[in-house]
């Protein structure tokens, strides 16, 4: 069996950070989310990996690099623009030839990872097998129908009028028979070769397609909403881990982790926490759920339940939260001037300010 991870999407929902930054590379407690699912395919005993990338193709490349540190072996296939999940398929036949595989969306998150459902497929080898969770508002999911036996007989694309409340999570496991559906696609209505389309295909002609609905948590990390929770979910997990130097006269409280050559003076931190490698905790605060990415500098400042992307500046901020901070971001106290706001926002930038 092979797996196709995706990584080739925009990230229009994280903009401004994915003006600069693959949305698949955005750190959860200081490691990249594609990392998580890459770990998972490993851990399910999978070792050919295809990585559909686009645009920030350069950027995913020299993280993951051949995959040996993985224990994978990684071959890059380019997709040249968003078209759709069927369409990543489409791209990636030469690669998947005749091979069983697991189709993994590289910026979803889910605990527990993945051994079950594909030792599953591996035994009972439908030619299809999904995964299912209840959602609040299936209209922003690929929604599937079943039948009362369990049995998937229909799926939708973010239907208008959604018939459950089972979405699809991001991971899809095939046969080759796949193939034959996506070849008969045509664009949806969003201009894409859908794999809900693809799947419907397959039961439509009769084609045995399974699902499970999965108990564990699961997050497409596409928001900064999204991507906080699932920050707090890792943090959770940690352990006490104190590799850097932190002063007499700081306080560590709870699950806190500092890596080699962080420094923490005069601050507190109040885990779960973990400041990145290279970072300096100065005079300040640091709460729950936050985690600090290498050569960060936070100094006189107060943070919580926030993410921070290596070598950003926070200096004399008496509080931030809820925040996704980027790369090499400079955040400091506004001057003294009277009912006024000073900004220098990118595009699709979101501000609070109370005034």
């Known amino acids: 069996m092979k797996a196709l991870v995706l990584a080739g999407g925009s990230g229009t929902r994280l903009r401004p950070i ?3 930054s693959a949305k698949q590379l955005v750190p ?5 989310v594609l990392f998580y699912g890459l770990e998972a395919i490993a851990a399910a005993g999978i070792r050919e990996i295809g990585i559909v990338v686009g645009d920030t193709q350069a950027e995913i490349e020299a993280a993951v690099g051949d995959g040996s540190a993985l224990g994978l072996q990684v071959t890059y ?9 069927a369409h990543a398929v489409l791209i990636a ?13 590289g910026d979803n998150f889910i605990v527990g990872g993945i051994g079950d459902v594909v030792d599953r497929f591996t ?12 959602v609040g508002d299936p ?16 799926l939708e694309e973010k239907p ?11 991971v899809y496991l095939f046969t080759p028979l796949i193939h034959r559906a996506v070849a008969e696609l045509k664009p949806s209505w969003r201009g894409e070769l859908e794999i809900t389309d693809a799947i419907q295909w397959l039961i439509e002609r009769g084609h045995r397609v399974e699902s499970s609905v999965i108990s564990g948590y699961w997050k497409d990390t596409g928001n900064v909403t999204d991507m906080l929770e699932v920050n707090r979910l890792v943090l959770e997990s940690l352990e006490t881990r104190l590799e850097g130097r932190v002063d007499d006269v700081s306080e560590l409280i709870g699950r806190v982790v500092v890596e080699p050559g962080a420094v923490v003076e005069r601050s507190r931190i109040v885990g779960p926490a973990i400041i990145g490698a290279g970072a300096r905790i100065l005079d300040s605060y640091v709460g729950p759920f936050t985690s600090i990415a290498a050569d960060c500098v936070v100094d006189g400042s107060e943070i919580e339940y926030s993410i921070v992307l ?19 971001v400079e955040v400091t106290p506004a001057p003294n001037t009277p009912r006024a706001h000073r900004l220098v926002l990118g595009d699709h930038s979101k501000v609070q300010i109370s005034s």
């Open 310 to 328: 290596p070598r950003a500046s926070i200096s004399g901020v008496s509080r931030i939260e809820a925040s996704l901070i980027g790369h090499d």
């Open 77 to 85: 296939l380019r997709q040249q623009a968003p078209l759709g999940l």
């Open 160 to 170: 208008a009028e959604p018939k459950s409340d089972l979405a699809l999570v991001g």
């Open 123 to 134: 035994r009972d080898r439908p030619d299809a097998q999904i995964m299912l969770t209840q």
């Open 93 to 105: 036949r030469d690669y998947l030839g005749e091979d069983d595989f697991v189709m993994y969306l």
């Open 28 to 32: 959860v407690a200081n490691k990249p």
């Open 139 to 154: 209209r922003q999911f690929g929604v599937a129908e079943l039948d009362g036996d369990g049995r998937v007989v229909g």
């Open 18 to 20: 994915t003006h600069t």
